[in-house]
């Protein structure tokens, strides 16, 4: 009866010991999955992700590099932003309207017409001469128009669109007029 009292009290205290080695290895498992969410946010705070999708101009720094907060590290292109500027005589940019269709021709690309609307018109004169006190000399002021290129055709062709490309934009003064067949908007297939 003692030995097996003490085969008893052997297994019990083994019993024991194994519930706290699994208390111990539970406790290790909880530290360390804390662990890996602690490392996990950690990380999630080094990803950089760009407010808009677009393509890296230029890449300011390297990976391993310590930038200081705000720097800048790359330079995207927004390619559901791209415009062509052009400049305008006041009696022309004073007919436009905000919205109204225009057609940009590539210099790389001239067999194709691309659509775009007029998104912005300068309040003020870009080119002005030294005195502007008659009606001629105010026909050399120069206005800033934008034709902003159509958001369903940039979508389209993101992967082709090119920026700071040189070209021809148009703008109708009258949109009832239609447009010359050479302005018919023709887009690569």
Excluded: C
């Excluded at 009290?9 to 194994?18: G, P």
């Excluded at 909880?30 to 602690?38: L, Q, S, Y």
Aim: proline share 5%.
């Amino acid at each position: 009866m003692d030995q097996r009292r003490n085969k008893f009290e052997a297994a019990d205290a083994a019993l024991v010991a194994t519930n706290r080695q699994r208390d111990q290895a539970e406790a290790a498992i909880r530290a360390a999955e804390a662990d890996v969410e602690r490392l996990q946010s950690i990380l999630v705070d080094l990803v950089l992700v760009s407010p808009r999708s677009g393509r890296v101009q230029y890449r300011l720094a390297r990976a391993g590099e310590v930038v200081s907060a705000g720097q800048r590290v790359l330079t995207i292109l927004d390619l559901k932003d791209v415009y062509m500027t052009i400049y305008l005589s006041a009696d022309v940019a004073g007919q436009l309207t905000l919205g109204d269709e225009a057609r940009i021709i590539l210099d790389p690309l001239p067999q194709y017409v691309f659509p775009a609307i007029i998104s912005f018109v300068a309040t003020d004169a870009q080119f002005t001469p030294k005195s502007v006190e008659t009606a001629e000399e105010r026909q050399k002021l120069m206005f800033r128009v934008k034709l902003q290129g159509d958001p369903a055709v940039l979508d389209k062709y993101h992967r082709a669109v090119k920026t700071g490309v040189r070209g021809l934009g148009f703008v109708r003064t009258d949109p009832k007029v239609a447009w010359p067949a050479e302005l018919v908007v023709k887009l690569p297939e």
